[in-house]
């Protein structure tokens, strides 16, 4: 059985996952049309369309969903592969600069299995003062949140996250429950920094007129989190970095909407670095790690 291309079963993966041909050039690093390139040279091969037209766009078939689903933890199986027996012969300093609710609430949790992985990397862990900030002279690599617009650097697109209040189950039971969106109203509103992700939520809920000026304003993720575990309020968070905390019951999710942020987050290093051997394996490392979490 004649096996397609890598190259075009990961620009099916990243079209997949992004929903647009032109997101999947960016993460990529191709042009658009060598994508649509790859993934008709794909269907060629299979013998089966993997792309339907709805509209102006294009979208995949359910064959093509489910393929692409197959493709996924096919590739997935190959860089765990690829991390465990590549370590040999990679060593040296590597300091990655790393936002710090991302740091703390995901990174810090698995950052010892690529430890294990690279005995002869000496890793350190930096935070930046702006969740975009990718300006630290001592930095080989960022994990930063923003819109993917940073001049002169490479950005590799690492996850798209959605927000959605989540609060503890202290909170929702001394409340007495929220039976709709204007509930949240009732507690604390917990903020990072600026009330826009609430603003956005309030919006999409259809709640008029709402008060989000007289909640809690914090300047770190950490901060929030702990506030909201503690029952002090109800926090805006998505399910990456509160995944472990839901899933021990520590928070819980009262509303099934959620809003897709407009920023995302990106593994982002200069030009000139792009052939850093621990930073090539950082980078298989950390989206295995990701691919992991949403499955």
């Known amino acids: 059985m004649r096996i397609p291309s890598t190259q075009a079963l990961r620009a099916l993966d990243s079209f997949a996952r992004h929903g647009s041909v032109w997101r999947a050039a960016d993460e990529l690093h191709l042009t658009r049309s060598a994508v649509s390139h790859q993934l ?17 766009g294009v ?6 969903q489910r393929y692409a689903s197959d493709v996924r933890k096919a590739l997935t199986v190959l860089g765990d592969a690829v991390s465990r027996h590549a370590g040999t012969g990679v060593g040296g300093s590597f300091s990655v600069s790393c936002t710090p609710g991302f740091a703390s609430l995901f990174l810090c949790t698995h950052i010892g299995e690529f430890r294990q992985m690279y005995p002869d990397v000496a890793l350190r862990i930096l935070t930046p003062r702006r969740l ?5 002279a001592d930095a080989d690599a960022f994990i930063a949140f923003g819109v ?12 798209e996250i959605s927000f959605t209040p989540l609060c503890s189950p202290t909170l929702l039971n001394k409340i007495g429950g929220f039976s709709k969106p204007a509930d949240v109203l009732r507690a604390n509103l ?3 920094g600026d009330t826009e992700d609430w603003a956005r939520w309030l919006a999409l809920s259809k709640v008029e007129n709402p008060d989000i000026e007289g909640g809690i304003f914090f300047s770190d993720m950490n901060l929030v989190f702990s506030a909201a575990i503690a029952g002090q309020g109800i926090a805006m968070g998505d399910e990456l970095t509160s995944r ?9 999710r009262p509303f099934d909407i959620a809003i897709k942020s407009p920023r995302s987050y990106f593994l982002v290093s200069e030009h000139a670095k792009a052939a850093h051997p621990v930073l090539n394996v950082f980078s298989g490392w950390l989206r295995s790690k990701l691919s992991e979490n949403q499955r």
Not at 132 to 136: G, L
Not at 148 to 159: D, F, K, Q, T, Y
């Open 244 to 252: 472990r905390a839901l899933s021990e019951g520590r928070l819980v």
């Open 190 to 192: 917990l903020h990072l």
């Open 148 to 159: 993917g617009n940073w001049p002169n650097r490479a950005a590799e697109l690492l996850c």
């Open 40 to 56: 008709r040279l794909l269907e060629r091969d299979l013998g089966f369309d993997l792309l339907e037209r709805i509209g102006k």
């Open 59 to 64: 979208a995949l078939t359910p064959r093509g």
């Open 132 to 136: 975009d900030d990718v300006s630290n």
